[in-house]
RNA sequence: GUGGGCGUAGCUCAGUUGGUUAGAGCGCCAGGUUGUGGUCCUGGAGGCCGGGGGUUCGAGACCCCUCGUCCACCCCA
């Protein structure tokens, strides 16, 4: 056993999983970089207070921050997500709104991990502050749902909720609380608890004792204000224009405190495991003003690379794509050869890599197999004296020839084909 | 944070009721093939059996602790 691992809740990605992951950050940027949103890269770390921001019933607040005191005394957490992060930004630099930005990056939570739960977690997303209209939240619902069909995903449902403006949120969070509280002999231990944290978590509840009078309980529907309820009318309007389907769950609450009305989440059905939610955001109205800048809409969603990833394994769909180079340079008589053609080929464009330590040309040839790589260039004795090298295409066995200054032409012109 | 399963070679795993120098397959290296990979054959390297303590004449096996990992709960992406 080596001395040193990872820690919990971290691991390496590797090779063919890290260019996976890159594919995944690129197919994502193009996506959302069309539909007009910048490249934002806050720090990982800020203020612990920017984080408090996101409410104090939340566990990602109050129990799974990563906090520490540097070297000045300030107190300083890793970022448990990247929307305080943005919306601290905003107040930092004020830009024109409407202000669209996506991300990309590892974020940190102190959590016992699991599948599908790490402490060192990526997460893509994007956000758009300053502006209220329902055609954006529309917009950024449509967004996500295209990168997944975009990796390749089907089974992926879209659920959507509004939560009311804040002061509806608080009313309604206290005709729960009344309600849970006369029937709470009825719940879970556990539903109790959440009971006293946070009244809207209860509904959230997926233990089948709960079920019965979670049925029973008000819908938030009946209790939001009239431009709140129109809000989400013309959200869902403006989904049915893209025809992208959604189901409407009136118990979908999420976890972070600053939702307020659009509220969704995406689940992938193929997924058996207890995290089947790849995705989701909200508007957070109000987070800005939090943050101590003017009053400003807010919304965006946050997808997780590892569940997704895990999801797009479960339907067979998003290979890691290759890396393999294109020539494999095979060097048996002093290895300068390889040297320079390697350097040659790849000034120009094409992928070379070769064997070191001057081994067997049976052993140099097996990591040319290994490589992957289309092309052999093998230099011998022979080639050196005449000025050739043998151009050999791997899967076919077949080999001949060529002057050593015409390698580069040759391959340009083969690897077109 | 709570509960449970599992830690033996780089990987996947065997290892009888405790009994000598701890095994297999794959992978890796070398040779068979003095200029050729993928198939085949032969050989080789590689293990403080997660760590610490205990029981025992004797522990990879049993007990305790600890760390890691997986699963469920909680929470969430």
Not at 38 to 62: K, N
Not at 128 to 146: H, T
Not at 234 to 239: E, G, Y
Request: charged share 25%.
């Amino acid at each position: 056993m080596p001395d040193f691992k990872t820690s919990p809740g971290t691991r390496d990605i590797l090779a063919p999983d890290s260019s996976r992951w890159r594919a995944f950050q690129n197919i994502f940027a193009t996506n959302v970089e069309a539909a007009g949103y910048s490249y934002i890269i806050p720090p990982m770390f800020e203020d612990l207070d920017v984080f408090l921001r996101l409410g104090e019933a939340t566990e990602v607040v109050t129990k799974e921050m990563y906090d520490f005191h540097d070297k000045g005394g300030r107190h300083i957490a890793l970022r448990p997500e990247q929307t305080a992060s943005v919306c601290r930004a905003f107040v930092e630099h004020r830009p024109t709104t409407p202000w669209k930005v996506w991300y990309s990056g590892p974020n940190f939570r102190y959590e016992k991990p699991q599948q599908g739960r790490y402490r060192q977690f990526d997460q893509v997303g994007i956000e758009a502050l300053g502006v209220d209209d329902a055609f954006l939240d529309a917009e950024v619902i449509a967004l996500a749902s295209s990168f997944y069909a975009a990796l390749g995903l089907k089974q992926v449902e879209l659920s959507i909720n509004t939560l009311g403006d804040s002061g509806d949120r608080e009313n309604y969070s206290q005709l729960l609380a009344a309600y849970f509280s006369k029937h709470e002999t009825k719940l879970t231990a556990e539903s109790k608890a959440t009971l006293t944290r946070n009244p809207l978590r209860v509904l959230d509840s997926k233990r089948e004792p709960d079920q019965e009078v979670i049925a029973g309980a008000p819908r938030i529907r009946e209790s939001i204000s009239k431009s709140a309820s129109e809000h989400f009318s013309a959200v869902l309007r403006a989904l049915d224009a893209l025809n992208v389907s959604y189901k409407i769950n009136d118990r979908l609450v999420r976890g972070l405190d600053y939702y307020r009305r659009t509220t969704f989440e995406f689940v992938s059905t193929s997924l058996e495991a207890a995290h089947t939610a790849i995705g989701g955001g909200g508007r957070y109205d109000g987070l800005v003003e939090a943050l101590g800048g003017p009053a400003t809409a807010g919304i965006g969603f946050a997808l997780g690379l590892d569940r997704t990833l895990l999801a797009c394994d479960a339907e067979g769909v998003f290979a890691a794509p290759s890396t393999d180079v294109d020539v494999f340079v095979v060097d048996t008589v002093d290895g300068t050869h390889a040297h320079e053609l390697c350097h040659q080929l790849r000034a120009n464009g094409i992928r070379a890599d070769r064997a070191y330590d001057l081994r067997s040309i049976k052993a140099q040839m097996k990591s040319a197999d290994r490589s992957g790589a289309r092309f052999a260039l093998i230099v011998g004795s022979d080639e050196v004296s005449n000025s050739t090298v043998m151009l050999r295409e791997m899967v076919l066995g077949k080999q001949n020839s060529v002057l050593r200054k015409d390698v580069l032409s040759e391959l340009s012109i083969l690897l077109k084909k």
